[in-house]
């Protein structure tokens, strides 16, 4: 048996946990939430969660509220990244208690739970700042991505 890739540790059936967690949790906000996992990285997490953001177009929504969940697995690293629209208005740190979350889990090996558990985070976070409008549209797919 080879190495583990990230989509490895995520099955089929867990994917669409994350998927419907994505779901639920835009569903009370305008904002906007993916998930990246890579394999492995050679940058810096924060550095590489960023380029992967303007790869995945994020920038490209209306309020400027997009969120990327980014996992690197076989570094054990993560990052949340938030765009300008919310970055104006949170402190350094507000993203702490979302990785967190997701340290605990995948520290046990819980990955689809830490993930969906971090996603209902950034959920209650981005209603607070950014509530559903009427007239909100699903601007990024819930998919995740892989690298």
């Known amino acids: 048996m080879g190495v583990l890739t990230a989509a490895d ?8 946990r994350v998927k419907e967690a994505i779901r639920k949790a835009e569903a009370r906000t305008s904002g906007e939430i993916r998930v990246h996992l890579d394999d492995t990285i050679a940058d810096e997490v924060l550095d ?12 490209r929504t209306r309020d400027r509220n997009g969120v990327l969940i980014y996992v690197s697995l076989a570094d054990r690293q993560a990052a949340v ?8 208005r949170v402190p350094e740190g ?10 605990e889990d995948f520290s ?3 990955f689809a739970d830490g993930l969906c558990k971090a996603i209902g985070q950034v959920g209650e976070k981005l209603h607070t700042l950014f509530p559903y409008q009427r007239d909100d549209r699903n601007e990024l797919p819930n998919d995740i991505s892989f690298g």
């Open 108 to 110: 046990h090996g819980r």
């Open 81 to 88: 990244i938030g765009d300008a629209g919310i970055n104006a």
């Open 48 to 59: 590489h969660a960023a380029y992967i953001f303007e790869e995945l177009g994020m920038f």
């Open 94 to 103: 507000f993203w702490d208690d979302v990785l967190a979350l997701l340290r």
């Open 9 to 16: 540790l995520l099955p089929g059936a867990d994917q669409e």
